[in-house]
């Protein structure tokens, strides 16, 4: 298949770009790494009548340490990146320990944080990433700019708050608290698949081993990344224990909505995610115990 003709340009500023975007309306689409909207194109599932690409605006990809030691990460930062970069894996295990698992190394060389966030695919590692760590995104449009808290920016299967004249431009993450342990994972039938489910957890313990906070977030469990706000509730202020985490799996799995397809009925794929979100409290709990590595 062949995408429908459209116009292109790449803009050398920001500024450009917004106010292209704000000229042409919603008829126009951003590209950053172009892995999910590329094809959507050659399917003709999208027919924009302009492309603006944001692939010279290098001042979008960035990460840097900000309030301490929360970061500051750059819509174009490639996913490759995220991967690899040392204040990533120090300041921001989570996302350190989820990328991998995004599609193949070749998507993930031209896939952008930005662009991941964007697209919303329920079915994505970074956007359940995103919302387990409390992360905010930022919205920019010609004359203004807004934060979005991730609760608030994931609305549906592929909806955003984003306003058609608006592109993301930074994503932030906050400090985690002391004594805070993260994991991530997956399954899916081969490596680089999309899972038929996934499961991002943080746990936070208090100097006595009680648990004062927790984040299970599920990715391929709904219309979008499902945070499973009771199961988590379940955990706060409670000693830790195997049979509060079976409790707080069995929760989860009463909160997600996974949608089934052609390899997993919605009922395997809550067994599933039931399993890996016992896995990842464990290993969350085991991490949380440890002294952080600086």
Known sequence: MKPAAFAYVSPDS??????????????????AGGQSLIPAM?????QPSLL????????LEFIRAHDGEGLRIGAMTRQRRLERDPQIRSLAPLLHEATPFVAHPQIRNRGTLGG????ADPSAELPAVILALEGRIRARRAG?????KAADFFQGMFATALGPDEIVT????????????????????RTGDYALAGVAVGLTLDGRGVCTGARMVFLNAGDGPRAAMKAAALLAGQSVTPDLFEAAAAQAVV???????????PEFQRHLAGVLARRALVRAHERALQPRAD
């Open 170 to 189: 930074e994503v932030e993450l906050p400090a985690p608290p002391q004594r805070t342990g993260w994991a991530f994972t997956e399954i899916a039938r």
């Open 116 to 119: 991941s966030l964007a697209h």
């Open 52 to 59: 603006i690409d944001l692939n010279r605006l290098t001042d």
């Open 144 to 148: 203004g700019e807004r934060w979005i």
């Open 14 to 31: 920001l500024e450009e770009a917004l106010d292209r975007l704000a000229q042409a309306g919603p008829e126009a689409k951003v590209i």
């Open 42 to 46: 050659n399917f003709r599932i999208l």
């Open 255 to 265: 909160e997600i909505d996974p949608p089934g397809n052609l390899h997993a009925s």
